[in-house]
């Protein structure tokens, strides 16, 4: 199945910071988080050097992704890090696996 939209989270180096968001072109998007954590830090992920992707999740369209999106960022830190978990269990570094 072909995804047009992704929602992803991801964290700082430590695991300690978490960012969720949402896009159509994720490959784009986390290079974006990358440039903001080495020179902007305007934005959040930038601030805390978030732009190590650990979840991600592919939609057909873009209401679908934009109401998980919300969803997940109403959720408990508890409850985010065993969706990660589970998705991922060491919570490896998937930035090259998505294409």
Known sequence: ???????????????????????????????????????????FAGKYNCYYLVYYEGFEDSKSAIYREKILKKWSRAKKNKLISDFSPKWETLNHQVV
């Open 1 to 43: 199945m072909l995804y047009n939209y992704f929602v992803y989270i991801i964290a700082n180096e430590y695991r300690t910071t978490l960012y969720i968001g949402v896009t159509n072109n994720i490959q784009k998007r986390l290079s974006q988080h990358y440039f903001d954590s080495q020179n902007a830090k305007l934005s």
